[in-house]
């Protein structure tokens, strides 16, 4: 398991035989490699950690006033405007929202859990819908590069 044994012994916890953090690169830095693959609408995992009170980098909102810091597997969950994964932050599950090979990194949509991110950044995904600069569901993007159309919260939402 990547947690340690104080979270329990919860059989959808990941493995170290099917999941790992993992330097991706310089500019995404770490993340979390998934070495089975999964197919659509499996639920691949479940979550655990500390619940804090403010939001750190690698945390993920619960509620507007709570957040869980996971500094063991889902905190390194990269960012894509097309993600691979849904995190259910009620359940504390990650599904496939599409087939996952084998050594693909997860990849979640920053928006659907956050409110406010830690930090926004500049994203370059690929994706034909990649939205350029990142920001929390409720946040107004507050970069000078942001471009007019990406004002667009509901395409943040889907
Ligand atoms: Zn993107």
């Known amino acids: 398991m990547l947690y340690p044994d104080q979270f329990g012994r919860d059989p959808l916890f990941p493995k170290h035989s099917d999941f790992?953090?993992?330097?991706?690169?310089?500019?995404?830095?770490?993340?979390?490699?998934?070495?089975?693959?999964?197919?659509?609408?499996?639920?691949?995992?479940?979550?655990?950690?500390?619940?804090?009170?403010?939001?750190?980098?690698?945390?993920?909102?619960?509620?507007?006033d709570t957040h869980l810091f996971d500094p063991y597997f889902s905190g390194f969950f990269l960012h894509s405007c097309s993600p691979n994964i849904s995190l259910?932050?009620?359940?504390?599950?990650?599904?496939?929202?599409?087939?996952?090979?084998?050594?693909?990194?997860?990849?979640m949509d920053y928006a659907e859990t956050e409110d406010v991110l830690f930090k926004q950044f500049p994203c370059s995904c690929g994706?034909?819908?990649?939205?350029?600069?990142i920001t929390g569901r409720k946040e107004i993007h507050n970069a000078a590069m942001a471009q007019p159309e990406m004002l667009n919260l509901n395409q943040a939402m889907r």
């Open 127 to 133: 994706a034909p819908n990649c939205r350029s600069w």
């Open 20 to 64: 790992a953090v993992v330097f991706k690169d310089e500019l995404a830095g770490r993340g979390v490699i998934a070495y089975r693959a999964f197919a659509k609408g499996d639920v691949i995992a479940r979550m655990a950690g500390h619940v804090v009170s403010e939001i750190r980098q690698h945390t993920l909102q619960l509620t507007p």
């Open 88 to 107: 259910n932050m009620v359940e504390l599950t990650v599904t496939a929202l599409q087939d996952i090979p084998a050594n693909s990194f997860l990849y």
